[in-house]
């Protein structure tokens, strides 16, 4: 089942869609992706930390980067990413990501808005995840086709999200489209909400196609909060 119109209550008001702009050949392009607010125990109390896809935030390499716009759904305001003195982005992107770019368990980044967002709303804390799973869970994030008419909108499905030992966390692939990726895979417990993962997009599982996730291992977590120190630094 594509995905549908998510409803603008938590935890999808802490979502948000990600747009990159910058030039390529005289014309004006348009990276979509998506992310979503978070914190870790080491950062409990910040607004501006979003994580999201690292193939996402590639394009802020781009010397010819025109503007970052991050739209939290339901929120007014439009963010930008934060940056230092010298001009330098706050943002990192998974150490052995540019090593190994195929690889989902990799595809992750944080990066820091210009100021806090969300309102009221909580952001995202991560569960950590094992080597097989097999939950209830939700994907959720903006839609590339519906950005392009204006349509900052939110979109999810419900999926079965499964993972074996040698394989990304995965669901059916029409779960998923185009913008989703570096949105969550939410999961409820205990009537909280959080995320074991960051979608990346679609890939071969065992033969069929199917969307993938990056699973939050222990190490992930860990390296995350590096990647937000890393990210504050300077």
Request: proline share 6%; charged share 20%.
């Amino acid at each position: 089942m594509a995905p549908a119109l998510a409803p603008k209550q938590y935890p999808f008001t802490v979502v948000g869609v990600l747009e990159i702009f910058y030039e390529d050949g005289g014309e004006l392009k348009k990276w979509v992706g998506s992310g979503y607010l978070l914190k870790t125990a080491a950062y409990p109390d910040r607004r501006d930390l979003v994580l999201t896809a690292a193939h996402n935030l590639v394009y802020l390499r781009n010397p010819r980067l025109q503007e970052v716009h991050f739209t939290v759904y339901g929120d007014r305001d439009v963010y930008s990413i934060a940056a230092r003195e010298n001009g330098s982005l706050r943002y990192a992107i998974a150490p052995d990501y540019d090593k190994h770019p195929d690889n989902p368990a990799l595809d992750f980044g944080v990066m820091v808005l210009q100021e806090g967002a969300g309102g009221a709303n909580e952001p995202l804390s991560l569960t950590v995840v094992g080597d097989t799973l097999r939950v209830a869970a939700t994907i959720a994030g903006g839609v590339s086709a519906r950005v392009k008419v204006d349509d900052r909108r939110v979109y999810c499905s419900a999926v079965t999200a499964e993972k074996q030992k040698y394989t990304p966390l995965y669901y059916p692939v029409d779960a998923t489209a185009a913008g989703m990726s570096g949105g969550p895979v939410l999961v409820e417990q205990h009537s909280a909400w959080s995320s074991i993962g960051v979608v990346t997009g679609t890939g071969d599982v065992d033969g069929t196609l199917r969307g993938i996730a990056a699973p939050i291992f222990a190490q992930t977590a860990k390296i995350i909060d590096t990647l937000i120190a890393t990210s504050l630094a300077g």
